[in-house]
């Protein structure tokens, strides 16, 4: 059975808290919530507010995903508001060794996520590092995006590189997942399904939790 992370950037933000509530009470394992700076990726999504009011409706972990340009600069803020995990693209941080450790000195899990026009040729270094990854199947910035095909040879890929190295984290995939593709990503070696548009851009938010979770 797959772990559902529910990525709050797809639900109306008029109806943020109604819309968390009914995804926990249809069984999801995380929130997901995107950080965006304007720099790194064109759009600017949510702060640490929004992670600290998230804690009052939901008690399910918060996994937040630094899509900008400095990570290093944000990462303590986020620590502060109760952010359980704290994952930065490969791609936006010159020292990733230095702030994986530096975000697991303050109690969080760190992670790594990496954009699907990059390859995974630097993971096998950080894998002892790191708590968690994120393989992407869109272009960070953007909800709704069509899932990229090459995640499925990523996925089998980083399987293979866990295995050699013998250090094992979850995998999340993130990007254009929905009822159709994901029991293929679970086989091809997904832990966590990260989805978005799909959970809360249905009719029902409960069916869509489900038909997930049964795959």
Known sequence: ???????????D?????????????????????DIMD?????????????????????PLPISVHFEVAHPDIYFPIFAD??????????????????????IRKLGMKAGIGIGPSYGLERLPYLLPHMDWLILMSGEPGYGGQKLDESIYGKLAQAKALMAKCGHTVPISVDGGVNGQNGADLVRAGADILIAGSYLFGGESIPDRVSQLKEL
């Open 38 to 58: 304007g720099y790194y990726v064109a759009n600017v999504a949510f702060g640490p507010q929004t992670v600290r009011d998230l804690h009052q409706v939901c």
């Open 1 to 11: 059975m797959a772990r559902i992370s529910a990525s709050i950037l797809a639900c």
């Open 81 to 102: 508001v109760g952010a359980e995990v704290i994952t930065f693209q490969l791609d936006a941080c010159p020292n990733p060794l230095h702030l994986l450790a530096e």
């Open 13 to 33: 933000q008029t109806r943020l808290g109604a819309q968390v509530a009914q995804a926990e009470a249809a069984g999801i394992d995380y929130l997901h919530v």
